[in-house]
């Protein structure tokens, strides 16, 4: 939001970084985080500290190198993708400017989101969610602080956002430390419980659901790709509409890191009918709760994008796209949800395959998709992608390894 007053140049900037800034939170968070958690949960529910304490220090090994990797990747090949994607070349330099920042300061949100899942795991819900909250609130304060006004140029509003998100990640970071060393913590930091079989075990099933993330974003890129045919205000206009559904993911989170912990806890006391049961009442109440959220901003579309939005047409461009894409809010939550229950269920595979078919779907406008066609055409695309994904999860799950003994 405080960007607006700045232009539509520096919402297009954010626009192509914001996915790869949400694939890093992915992966730490939802991903490697979520086989985290569902191991901490595991190892709790069999009542095994020292092999929580073993998945405790997987988590901070996998964070540093993790977020070291990721910063370096995207500093010095973002500018290839931001070149690609943007329509000209004084948006690309500014993304490139706003993601080396925010980049060189990846590894502290690695580093916080993991330890976060490990209070997750744990059954800490509260210290997790002050976390977010903190960095959350932090961030919305560092960028009313040091965010310029609409007398400042492009590059030096990217700055200014850039280091406004860094300055929120450590201040994250600071309170996830205290939190984890505390000594009421029932996982313990000790060089004893450090165990090589435990992290590679962490980074395989963390590399699983990973990929589902890398679908996730690709998916997104693409389409914004697409979108940035029909120019600045196409790619600022849909970029803002896509930020509300990547802001849902942690809503959507909110109940699924719940399920990781209460899920795995059953599946670690061998309770597998029970954690079923479970996972299947908090991906319906999601699945309701996040449908009724797309419903409401796709009727009032206003609520969203006339609070962000840098002029009159990017508004009514991110209107179009809430109202097309904001009825399936419902149903990419029901596959998001099942996909974090089953990093408890080790049932990943079938939300992955969901997220292939989503990204194919949209991919294959590629082959034929041109500035030609009516943007409408593409939301459709789009919105029946994330349908087609969130019914086959669903199917999948419910057919096959989620099917009670009394269905059967």
């Avoid at 690309?92 to 060189?104: K, R």
């Amino acid at each position: 939001g405080y960007l607006r007053h700045v232009g539509t140049d520096a919402l297009a900037s954010v626009a192509v970084v914001f996915p790869l800034v949400m694939l890093a939170a992915m992966f730490s968070a939802g991903a490697v985080g979520g086989a985290v958690s569902g191991a901490t949960a595991r190892a709790m529910g069999a009542g095994d500290h020292k092999q929580a304490g073993a998945v405790l220090w997987a988590a901070i090994v996998i964070a540093i190198f993790g977020g070291i990797a990721m910063g370096i990747l995207v500093i010095v090949f973002g500018p290839l993708l931001y070149m690609g994607t943007a329509e000209n070349a004084g948006v690309a330099a500014a993304a490139s400017t706003y993601a080396a920042i925010v980049f060189s300061s990846i590894p502290l949100l690695w580093l916080t989101n993991m330890l976060s899942a490990v209070l997750r795991g744990c059954g800490d819900m509260v210290g997790s969610a002050l976390v977010m909250a903190v960095m959350v609130v932090s961030y919305a304060c560092y960028a009313a602080w040091l965010i310029p006004g609409a007398e400042a140029t492009l590059f030096e509003a990217m700055r200014s956002a850039g280091l406004a998100m860094a300055a929120a990640y450590l201040t994250a970071f600071v309170l996830v430390s205290f939190l984890i060393l505390r000594k009421s913590q029932p996982v313990r930091l000790r060089l004893a419980n450090f165990n090589g079989a435990v992290i590679g075990a962490v980074f395989k099933q963390g590399m699983l659901a990973s990929s589902q993330s890398l679908m996730t974003i690709t998916y997104a890129l693409v389409a914004t790709y697409l979108f940035s045919r029909h120019g600045n205000d196409w790619l600022a206009g849909y970029g803002l509409a896509v930020r509300l559904e990547m802001i849902m993911v942690p809503m959507v989170f909110g109940i699924g890191s719940a399920l990781i912990a209460i899920v795995g806890a059953h599946v670690g006391a061998g309770l597998r009918e029970r954690a079923v049961a479970i996972a299947w009442r908090g991906v319906i109440a999601n699945g309701v709760l996040i449908g009724l959220f797309g419903l409401v901003v796709a009727v009032w579309p206003g609520l969203w994008c006339g609070n962000f939005a840098s002029d009159q047409a990017v508004t009514d461009i991110c209107s179009q796209s809430l109202r097309a894409i904001g009825p399936t809010y419902g149903l990419f939550a029901l596959g998001l949800c099942s996909y974090f229950a089953s990093q408890a269920l080790n049932t990943l595979i079938y939300p992955v395959v969901g997220a292939l078919l989503r990204l194919l779907i949209v991919a294959s406008a590629l082959l034929w998709y041109t500035a030609d066609y009516s943007p409408q055409l593409l939301l459709y695309i789009v919105a029946a992608a994330v349908v087609s994904y969130g019914v086959f999860v669903v199917l999948a799950l419910w057919i096959g390894p989620w099917r009670t003994a009394a269905e059967r």
